[in-house]
């Protein structure tokens, strides 16, 4: 193709519509759709800017009893490498509190819809959920692995993951929060299947 100043100028737009391309698919911003038309009569490049849907960024609750404070501190660094904006409400001692006093508070705001998601992070990562699933509309999924932290996200639209920091070391339960994060539900045959759990919920 023959060098002119608009092939660098569709360079330059294409440079930055893989940039924000990459930045939707880390943090799933999911704003914009560019397109770029070049306009050969007029030897003209014409830049459409569509917005996909609203502008808000993924909000994040993140917490752990004493039990993950070391882990949620390894989670926390993730969220900030990815751009994720995020709200860690502890606990912060080193002594010895009890998993539903965060469990439940996060959950609630995550139903409450002030949170997208939340992440809960205990010694097995099985009080976190088992008391997040009892706030009407929470979905947790205790995940240590990386197959179902994807899928869970997929299938079962989930809304938290819980972790045991006792149980996965910290390179793999980052690589789960970075995979759980930033996969979308599939919605299709899975969307019916999460509205009879909610149905339920709701009788
Ligand atoms: C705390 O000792 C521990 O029971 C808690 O972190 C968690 O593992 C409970 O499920």
Redesign the pocket.
């Known amino acids: 193709m023959k060098y002119t100043r608009e092939n660098e100028q569709i360079e330059n737009l294409c440079e930055l519509a893989g940039a924000l391309e990459k930045r939707v698919k880390t943090v799933k911003l999911q704003i914009f759709r560019i397109q770029l038309t070049v306009m050969k009569e007029t030897g003209t490049i014409r830049v459409i800017i569509c917005r996909r849907e609203c502008i808000e960024p993924m909000k994040v609750i993140l917490a752990s009893?004493?039990?993950?404070v070391n882990l949620r501190r390894e989670v926390a660094d993730v969220l900030t490498d990815l751009q994720v904006d995020f709200e860690d409400i502890g606990c912060d001692c080193e002594s010895?509190v009890d998993?539903p006093d965060y469990a439940i508070p996060a959950a609630e705001r995550v139903a409450s819809g002030e949170f997208d998601k939340a992440i809960l992070i205990?010694?097995?990562?099985?009080?976190?959920s088992?008391s997040a699933n009892k706030v009407k509309g929470i979905r947790a999924a205790l995940v240590h692995d990386l197959f179902t932290a994807k899928v869970t996200r997929e299938h079962n639209d989930s809304n938290v993951l819980c972790m045991?920091?006792?149980v996965i070391g910290p390179g793999l339960a980052k690589e789960i929060a970075k995979t759980w994060v930033s996969t979308d539900f599939e919605a299709g045959r899975h969307e019916r299947r999460v509205s009879k759990i909610a149905e339920y919920e709701n009788k």
Do not use: L, Q, V
């Open positions: 009893d004493h039990g993950g010895s998993y205990c010694g097995t990562g099985i009080g976190m088992i045991g920091e006792r």
